[in-house]
């Protein structure tokens, strides 16, 4: 079936490189997606990297991709304290034509000041 | 413009009560989502229209009734609902729901309910 893992909480200090870490479960997954979402706010778009790819960099966001192991993480340099929320990883199945995602439970990350 | 609208950002209501969220999108999308998310957990996926038309419903109470007026627009009707139904509701939107492109889902900000 198709299923998504990720870590629950990660802290890190001001400054820090941050890393989270989410496993899949569907090896035909088209694409993978991250998502931020601040508290009562909706979830906003971050990066998405497609199956055939191993990674993609934005500025201060690194997504690697590993799909042997099935397994995406997210790396934020210079973590700030603006990047304390939820990050949902999420990919879509390669069997979809539904436009239906399928998320992890979401990772919160703390940043210390 | 990559920007999802939802209405009203907040709503209390009582179990007796009728009333729609309204979600508003002009990137051209031709799909459309209403997602439901309790706190601190995942959205769950509740219903989507592909080109105007109902294409999944994961079996969501009747109390819960969507409308897609037009390829822009969609609303959620609400009736009869229970205190457990208070969460947030999210819409989404993404170009269209087939494998042709990188299908990301644009959301919008939300309407947080609360039934009394």
């Known amino acids: 079936g198709e299923d998504v893992e990720q870590s629950l909480f990660l802290s890190v200090r001001e400054g820090d490189s941050s890393v989270i870490n989410c496993t899949y479960t569907?090896?035909?997954?088209?694409?993978l997606y991250w998502y931020k979402q601040e508290p009562g706010a909706g979830l906003q778009l971050l990066t998405y990297?497609?199956?055939?790819?191993d990674m993609k960099q934005d500025q201060r966001l690194t997504v690697l991709l590993n799909k042997k192991d099935k397994h995406l993480s997210l790396r934020i340099a210079d973590t700030q304290t603006g990047d304390s929320a939820i990050y949902f990883c999420?990919?879509?199945?390669?069997?979809?034509?539904?436009?239906?995602?399928?998320f992890g439970q979401g990772t919160t990350l703390q940043v210390k000041p | 413009d990559t920007e999802v609208t939802q209405t009203p950002k907040h709503l209390v209501m009582g179990m007796t009560n009728k009333k729609s969220l309204k979600c508003e999108q002009h990137?051209?999308?031709?799909?459309m989502y209403w997602y439901k998310q309790k706190a601190k957990k995942p959205p769950e996926l509740m219903f989507v229209?592909?080109?105007?038309?109902?294409?999944i419903n994961e079996s969501v109470p009747s109390r819960f009734s969507p409308e897609c007026p037009n390829s822009s627009l969609l609303n959620l009707h609400l009736h009869a609902l229970q205190p457990e139904d208070s969460a947030l509701y999210l819409c989404?939107?993404?170009?269209?729901?087939?494998?042709?492109?990188?299908?990301?889902?644009?959301f919008g900000e939300g309407s947080r309910l609360t039934v009394l």
């Open positions: 569907d090896s035909s997954s088209t694409y």
């Open positions: 229209y592909s080109y105007e038309k109902l294409s």
């Open positions: 989404a939107s993404s170009q269209d729901v087939g494998g042709a492109g990188s299908g990301e889902l644009f």
């Open positions: 999420a990919e879509r199945p390669g069997s979809s034509n539904t436009g239906k995602l399928i």
């Open positions: 990137m051209g999308h031709r799909a």
């Open positions: 990297i497609f199956s055939n790819m």
